[in-house]
């Protein structure tokens, strides 16, 4: 009888770390859920093609980049530390003439994107416009 029991427990035991395995992913799962915030993302394409809206939601302390990442088809540029948006959906920006430019709950962005941590926002935008110096 011993020997038959050796095996069954055996056996329990090497489902214990998937039974917690799976509660721990669930937990998490939970946790995420929790933390997701709904956002409208709106993107302007200065009038190449129509104005895109998208309901979506994030988790807060994603970055600004990441959500736009999650939305649309984006290309970056790296310079040194700095990570700029050079197209979005195909549309490029030209260095001096057009750009990607975008605001947060209607408010123009003083950080570059992939820099700027999403908390309790309900808006952002992303247009195509002139590049100026303001």
């Known amino acids: 009888m011993k020997l038959f029991i050796l095996p069954i427990c055996t056996v ?4 214990l770390p998937l039974t917690l395995s ?3 992913e669930n937990h998490a799962a939970a946790l995420l859920l929790e933390n997701k915030k709904s956002i409208t993302v ?5 009038g190449l093609r129509p104005s895109r809206t998208i309901k979506t939601a994030y988790v807060e302390g ?20 700095f990570v700029f948006v050079k197209s979005i959906d195909k549309v490029k920006g030209e260095a001096g003439k057009m750009g990607w430019f975008y605001s947060v709950d209607g408010v123009s962005a003083k950080k570059l994107a992939k820099s ?3 908390t309790d926002v309900k808006a952002m935008k992303w ?8």
């Not at 329990?12 to 489902?15: D, T």
């Not at 247009?127 to 110096?133: D, I, L, N, P, T």
């Open 127 to 134: 247009s195509y416009k002139v590049e100026a110096c303001y």
């Open 22 to 24: 799976a509660a721990d």
């Open 42 to 46: 709106e993107i302007d394409y200065g």
């Open 62 to 81: 994603m970055s600004a980049l990441k959500l736009l990442q999650q939305v649309a088809k984006v290309k970056t540029h790296k310079a040194g530390a």
């Open 116 to 118: 700027y941590i999403l």
């Open 12 to 15: 329990l035991l090497s489902l």
